[in-house]
Nanobody
Framework: QVRLQESGPGLVKPSQTLSLTCTVSGGSITTNRYHWNWIRQPPGKGLEWIGFIAYEGSTSYSPSLKSRTSFSRDTFKNQFTLQLSSVTPEDTAVYYC????????????WGQGTQVTVSS
């Protein structure tokens, strides 16, 4: 059974960079066809797809966030990371990592989510 867990600071100051890590157990982030996604949900709003890093290391970003977003991974630690720069209070949300086993548009496994608040 694949398990994902987000970790990182829950409070970030405006203009700083948000950094989150997703740690994966029960499966490898290099498994063929797997896409590892970041998704967020601001208060009172729907889910917003941020992007993915795929099994071979390729990345894709939401057009609305790509200028501020960077993904990376550590295959030895079985982790992948999100960095979102120049944050504002509008970036306050619950952030999730999620696995799509065959595509990036369906998510088969989710982390529990982590609340990130942008505030001075």
């Amino acid at each position: 059974q694949v398990r994902l867990q987000e970790s990182g600071p829950g409070l970030v100051k405006p203009s700083q960079t948000l950094s989150l890590t997703c740690t994966v157990s029960g499966g490898s982030i290099t498994t063929n066809r797997y896409h590892w996604n970041w998704i967020r949900q601001p208060p009172g709003k729907g889910l917003e797809w941020i992007g993915f890093i795929a099994y071979e290391g390729s990345t894709s970003y939401s057009p609305s966030l790509k200028s501020r977003t960077s993904f990376s991974r550590d295959t030895f630690k079985n982790q992948f990371t999100l960095q979102l720069s120049s944050v504002t209070p509008e970036d306050t949300a619950v952030y999730y990592c999620a696995l799509g086993t065959s595509s990036w548009v369906t998510y088969d496994y989710w982390g529990q989510g982590t609340q990130v608040t942008v505030s001075s």
